[in-house]
Structure formats: C-alpha cells, structure tokens
Antibody, heavy 120, light 108 residues
Framework: QVQLQESGPGLVKPSQTLSLTCTVS??????????WSWIRQHPGKGLEWIGF???????YYNPSLKSRVTISVDTSKNQFSLKLSSVTAADTAVFYC????????????WGQGTLVTVSS | SYVLAQPPSESVAPGQTARITCGGK??????GHWYQQKPGQAPVLVVY???DRPSGIPERFSGSNSGNTATLTISRVEAGDEADYYC???????????FGGGTKLTVL
C-alpha cells in the first residue's frame, strides 16, 4: 500500500519561499511508471493542480503558477519536493502530494495534506 | 484553457440515486476521474477512466462519459456519501490537469 506524507513549515512569511517535502513509502519513485504531484486547496475552495514530476526529473507545471514553482525529486530518499517563491496571503492553503497514474493522469494515492499559512 | 463545470450542490434522500454532472467541451474524448472529499480529509479517487472503480470503492459508485458531459452516479445513497465531489481530466493538448469546481452532495 503506497503512502505519502507531506512535511514542512506550517507558517511562512510573505515574500519568502514555501518549501514542502513529500515522503513516499510502500513504493519506489525510481521504479517509474507514475508521476508525483502537488495539489493545493484554498480554505473552503476547490482543488488546484500545481504540477508533477517523473523520477527522471521531467516536470509539468500549472501555467498560472509556473513562474514561482519548482518541483524536484530525490530518488535516494524516495521523496519529492515543492518550492513556491514570493508567497503572499493568497497562497495560504492545504497542500497535498499525490501519485499520478499515466496515461489518463488520475490521482490514485494522496497524502493527508498540510496547511501552510502565509502571514507575518 | 480547458474548463470543467460542476453544479455547486446537489441533494438526495437516503436510498435514492444521486447524479453529479461535469461539463466540458468534448469531455467524452478524454478520460474522466472523480474524487470524494469529506471535511478535513484528503480526496479519495472513486472512479477513474470514466467508469472504473479502484479497489475498495463500493459498486454503488459508477461513472459515464459522453459528448460534453461526464456523470458520477451514486446508487442507494447513504448518509456517509455526504461529501464534496470533484471531476478531473488531463488536457493533453496543453499538458494541464483540470479539476471541476466541486459539487457538495447533501443527503437529506
């Protein structure tokens, strides 16, 4: 059973960079066959896809966030990470990591989510 | 960019059938997926590839996709089905994951 767990600061100051890590257990990122994704959900709102990465490092990003987002992978630790730069209060959200199954790109396993608040 | 439209809310009595729609231009040419999200929890995939169910999802959950509308059908609705439901597709023409705005299902 694949499990994903988000970790990182729950509070980030405006203009700083939000950094989160997703640790995968029960499956190896380096085995390939799946993409690994970040999704966010603003309080009381719907789901917003941020981007995903393949074990090789190939990435796809939501154009609306692309200028501020970097997703990277560390196969030695079986982790992938998110960096979102120049954050504002509008970036306050619950962030989820998830596994993505190609070719139809459905999200079959999700982490529990972590709330990140942007505030001084 | 590609847009998916869902009704904000639907309500159904216990034991009845709930149908939640997801509208998108020629969505029938894409594979549609559905997620259930209960308050304070992560989304759970309930239907993928239009009509397939992941292991552990009850047969009461089914899906269809044709033309400009994908539909999630929940038969014999139970109180525990009360949740937000999101549709999702992969728009390969723009390499973009798209989620619908979500539908809040209320069990009366």
């Amino acid at each position: 059973q694949v499990q994903l767990q988000e970790s990182g600061p729950g509070l980030v100051k405006p203009s700083q960079t939000l950094s989160l890590t997703c640790t995968v257990s029960g499956g190896s990122i380096s085995s390939g066959g799946y993409y690994w994704s970040w999704i966010r959900q603003h309080p009381g709102k719907g789901l917003e896809w941020i981007g995903f990465i393949y074990y090789s490092g190939s990435t796809y990003y939501n154009p609306s966030l692309k200028s501020r987002v970097t997703i990277s992978v560390d196969t030695s630790k079986n982790q992938f990470s998110l960096k979102l730069s120049s954050v504002t209060a509008a970036d306050t959200a619950v962030f989820y990591c998830a596994r993505v199954k190609p070719p139809a790109m459905d999200f079959d396993y999700w982490g529990q989510g972590t709330l990140v608040t942007v505030s001084s | 960019s590609y847009v998916l439209a869902q009704p904000p809310s639907e309500s159904v009595a216990p034991g009845q059938t709930a149908r939640i729609t997801c509208g998108g231009k020629n969505i029938g040419s894409k594979s549609g997926h559905w997620y259930q999200q209960k308050p304070g929890q992560a989304p759970v995939l309930v239907v993928y590839d239009d009509s397939d169910r992941p292991s552990g999802i009850p047969e009461r959950f089914s899906g269809s996709n044709s033309g400009n509308t994908a539909t999630l059908t929940i038969s014999r609705v139970e109180a525990g089905d009360e949740a937000d439901y999101y549709c999702q597709v992969w728009d390969s023409s723009s390499d973009l994951v798209v989620f619908g705005g979500g539908t809040k299902l209320t069990v009366l």
